[in-house]
């Protein structure tokens, strides 16, 4: 599979007549979730590991199914797309993870994904996917929207059980990186 990954992102092809619907893009967090795809690292040191994942392409991890469509209760399948570079690697080199990020969604185009979705540092490291709004033929979402509505929800819910006054008090929410 990681042959197929690698001619999709650089073959301007589509191998799947299927569309799916969605695909979810991550990355490992350190050298250890690495060790847990390829345990084959395990003996080796963190130089060689971190050496792989710069120069390792974006995979398919997983295909995920199970979901349904509420409304019509099909089947709503998508997959786990895996830039390979680590948390550190992406916050100290953001060119090449924007290019890593640029590839995995190319790959998941030639998937027949439609949209996909920004996860852990991708979405930042984008400015929210501003810098992939070039790519065509793909909707791109980051969760942002999500995690603020809940931010806000939480806060209302806090300023009820804890007798907090929008008018005398001050609250402020504190975030890392995304």
């Not at 695909?23 to 690292?41: N, Q, S």
């Not at 130089?47 to 995920?64: E, N």
């Not at 990020?101 to 949209?115: D, E, H, N, Q, Y």
Request: zero cysteines; charged letters at 20%; a positive charge.
């Amino acid at each position: 599979r990681p042959a197929r990954d690698l001619l999709l992102q650089t073959l301007p092809i589509s191998i799947n007549q299927h569309t799916y619907s969605y695909g979810f893009l991550i990355h490992p967090r350190d050298e250890a979730d690495v060790v847990t795809k390829y345990p084959f690292f395990k003996k080796l040191p963190k130089s060689i590991i971190r050496f792989f994942t710069r120069w390792y392409w974006p995979i398919v991890v997983t295909k995920v199914t199970g979901l349904k469509n509420i409304k019509n209760g099909k089947s709503i399948d998508g997959f786990i797309i895996s830039i390979p570079l680590i948390t550190t690697q992406i916050l100290n080199n953001r060119p090449l993870a924007i290019k890593r990020i640029r590839s995995a969604v190319t790959l998941a185009k030639g998937m027949g994904i439609k949209i996909i979705g920004l996860g852990a540092l991708t979405a930042s490291v984008t400015r929210g996917g501003e810098d992939l709004i070039d790519i065509p033929d793909i909707w791109i979402t980051t969760g942002h929207a999500y995690t603020g509505f809940n931010v806000t929800q939480n806060l209302f819910s806090l300023e009820e059980t804890l007798s907090i006054s929008k008018n005398d008090d001050v609250i402020a929410v504190v975030g890392a990186a995304g």
